[in-house]
């Protein structure tokens, strides 16, 4: 070894830093946002509340009420889901474990609307049917999320129940996937 050069200890690579000694890392600098950052920000908050905002059925319905009166009648959750297109959130429902027979009704304004031989687990978290109660929803085209979907909703009151997908099992080949906050069931 020449002379003044030290010696490598833990590795037979002069050139490389033996694998058991850290790597010294420069120290991190906070990146400010740029104007760009904050002019994107600001859009992407104007523009996806009503991008990401589901459907939501106009009437005229036999059942109405205005603002405070289904605020006064619902959770704050059940406002979200029902009056303006939230979803709740996936496995949260009681009613996905529920077998008894009976029917689901509209929490709005009790319509019954899927019988509870149309059920079945879907294993998407949310409660499932096959087939509805004759006109008992409503449906029209959801394009939020940048998809389209089919929106479900009370075809007495307007309120959002959830999606239905053509995925479902025979005979309709459908899945009405629906937030259990819009139904209340009843057993027979």
Known sequence: MPPGKPR???CCHADRRPFFFP????PEVPMLPTRRHVLTAGLAALILPRVAAAAIAEGPFAVTRSAAEWRAMLTPTEYAVMREGETERAGSSPL????????????????????????????????????????????MQDRSFFITRTECHCSRCGSHLGHIFDDGPQPTGLRHCLNGVALVFRPA
């Not at 790597?23 to 420069?26: L, S």
């Open 8 to 10: 490598p200890t833990g």
């Open 23 to 26: 790597v010294p890392q420069p």
């Open 96 to 139: 996905n474990a529920e077998t008894r027979p009976g029917v689901y009704h509209c929490r709005g304004c009790d319509q019954a609307l899927y019988d509870a031989a149309a059920k079945y687990d879907s294993g998407t978290g949310w409660p499932s049917f096959f087939d509805v109660r004759p006109g008992a929803i409503g449906t």
